[in-house]
């Protein structure tokens, strides 16, 4: 199985499976002398960490992060940074419970990769899903949490902006809100809501999908190429290759079609050091595939979880008719540990484009341009 790396300079590659003894990833391209703890590893991964509320799967998985290479002491300092070398990062698996996966493993679950994983291989893991699980997903938040040390200046905060039907009123968006609820919701009335919503979908077995938000501030102005290297194409790329996700949008996305052309357009005036001072930010921060200074935003839409209680009907692995109840532990909203999962993609996305464009032009005029 190939197409395991993403990036460009700074190349992330991600391993292991859902039920295996481990999981990790190899970061390549990380710049040297950057100051590196697992602890601040640690504390990306524990904001995704499964089982932390009834409203999240109930697998217990410490998710420990160690470091295997890419760092040293430095003498001068005394702190443990970055040597310019491959970083690679080890999360070891604790709480498999691969039992409950084996009355499906000659079926195929519908809405899961089992079909499409075992006819493009000739093989599935069945356990979990193996690598098409969410689980995978630990290793992309890790390897964000070194992406942010790369970007100094630059905030990248995620939010739960709609569970299923249901938004959020953003006249109440409140970024300390979202660490205070389980749903990493900005909206304080609707995490609210979203409690007993939630607990319905529990009961009847089922699940329910999510729109999530991600928020990059202090992004200057440059990043990004024309064409085949755009700044928004390799976000949208990077967000629909995290499990479960069916759609992204930069910006204001699909409501864009129903904008009249002098709506959509975001104005300009003279700002400091000669960088222009935007009314809107209709682009989510992105125009010709290259950044403006503005925030980017992001949104991407997670479907709802596949694994439920309810009966569904599928097929066997030799054709026949099967139904299909998973057991095991899910979550009833998957979109809900997807927030630090975006905010690790976007990271990623970001500062492999601060190399390329360093790489490329340096920091050149543009390069203090703030909206």
Request: aromatic content about 6%.
């Amino acid at each position: 199985m190939s197409h395991n790396t993403f990036g460009h300079l700074f190349r992330v590659t991600t391993f292991g499976e859902s039920h295996g003894p481990a999981l990790g990833c190899v970061v390549d391209g990380c710049p040297p002398m950057i100051p590196l703890e697992a602890a601040e590893i640690q504390a990306e991964l524990d904001r995704r960490r499964p089982g932390q509320s009834r409203f999240t799967t109930q697998r217990q998985e410490p998710d420990q992060v160690k470091i295997l290479s890419g760092v040293f002491i430095d003498e001068r300092t005394g702190r443990q940074v970055t040597t310019g070398t491959p970083i690679a990062l080890l999360i070891e698996n604790v709480d498999q419970r691969s039992k409950d996966y084996s009355e499906i493993k000659n079926s195929y679950r519908p809405g899961h990769a089992d079909f499409t994983y075992d006819v493009k291989y000739g093989i599935r893991d069945y356990r979990g899903g193996g690598r098409s699980s969410a689980r995978e997903t630990a290793a992309r938040v890790a390897a964000g949490a070194i992406a942010r040390k790369v970007l100094p200046g630059v905030t990248i905060r995620g939010a739960l902006v709609q569970m299923g039907p249901h938004a959020i009123d953003r006249g109440n968006w409140d970024w300390d809100e979202v660490a205070r609820n389980p749903f990493f919701c900005p909206d304080a009335k609707a995490a609210q809501f979203y409690e007993e919503y939630l607990d319905g979908l529990r009961k009847d077995g089922s699940s329910i999908g999510a729109v999530l938000e991600i928020v990059a501030e202090g992004v200057p102005a440059g990043l990004g190429a024309p064409i085949y290297g755009k700044l928004d194409s390799d976000l949208a790329s990077a967000l629909m290759s995290i499990n479960a996700v069916k759609g992204v949008e930069i910006g204001d996305g699909f409501a864009a079609a129903a904008l009249r052309g002098e709506e959509n357009a975001d104005e300009m005036r003279p700002g400091n050091q000669g960088a222009p001072t935007f009314l809107s930010n209709h682009a989510g921060g992105v125009l010709g595939g290259i950044s403006t200074g503005q925030p980017v935003v992001c949104r991407f839409a997670v479907k709802p979880t596949s694994s439920i209680l309810t009966p569904r009907s599928s097929v066997t692995r030799t054709g026949g008719e099967a139904e299909v109840r998973t057991k095991g532990r899910h979550d009833p909203c998957v979109g809900i540990r997807a927030v630090p999962v975006g905010e690790a993609m976007v990271a990623c996305v970001l500062a492999d484009h601060l190399l390329r464009h360093r790489g490329q032009v340096g920091q050149g005029p543009s390069w203090p341009f703030q909206a």
